[in-house]
């Protein structure tokens, strides 16, 4: 049984590591980008006099949903460690438990007994190990509460269930 408390650190760093797991949102943001960019090469070509005004309201477009983009991840993130610490056994420890069936997390009076294929993946960095569900489901497990046979000996039980590492988008 491994012991353990989440820290405002280890919440933002496991949103951090969830949202690169969300391909999906940044795809779009990229597709749409790339085509405002198409967009506004073409306007140059097709107009020789194009004023200065014209070319900043243009390249305006991208940088604003770059901006965008980044404050949206900004307050989620904010939002997760607000939701977090709303919880009514936030501060209590975790005690973490598994087997070649479930992961166990017991909290204060809470248990939870996740069978192994209620899991679709996990991801990690180098502060959090963090367990997948369905949606925006996860858990996370701060990697200085785990030894290195204990995490090895979690994603080897990861590997034998068939639970992939997560591709994570770049940033």
């Given at each position: 049984?491994?012991?353990?408390n ?7 760093s ?42 900043m ?14 404050a ?35 909290q ?64």
């Amino acid at each position: 049984m491994i012991r353990y408390n989440l820290s405002d650190k280890d919440i933002l760093s496991a949103h951090r590591l969830w949202r690169r797991t969300k391909w999906g949102n940044r795809v779009y943001l990229i597709s749409c980008l790339i085509l405002i960019v198409l967009i506004s090469a073409y306007a140059e070509l097709m107009y020789d006099d194009l004023n200065m005004q014209m070319l900043m309201r243009i390249v305006r477009v991208p940088l604003s949903i770059a901006l965008l983009s980044l404050a949206a991840g900004f307050i989620a993130s904010r939002a997760a460690l607000r939701n977090f610490k709303a919880r009514f056994q936030a501060n209590k420890p975790i005690e973490l438990s598994w087997n070649n069936d479930t992961i166990t997390f017991e909290q204060g009076v809470s248990l939870w007994r996740v069978p192994l294929q209620d899991f679709r993946s996990w991801a990690m960095n180098d502060s959090i190990l963090l367990i997948l569900r369905r949606g925006a489901i996860w858990d996370p497990i701060p990697l200085r509460a785990l030894t290195h046979d204990r995490q090895a000996d979690l994603l080897d039980t990861f590997t034998k269930a068939g639970i992939t590492r997560a591709k994570l988008f770049p940033f």
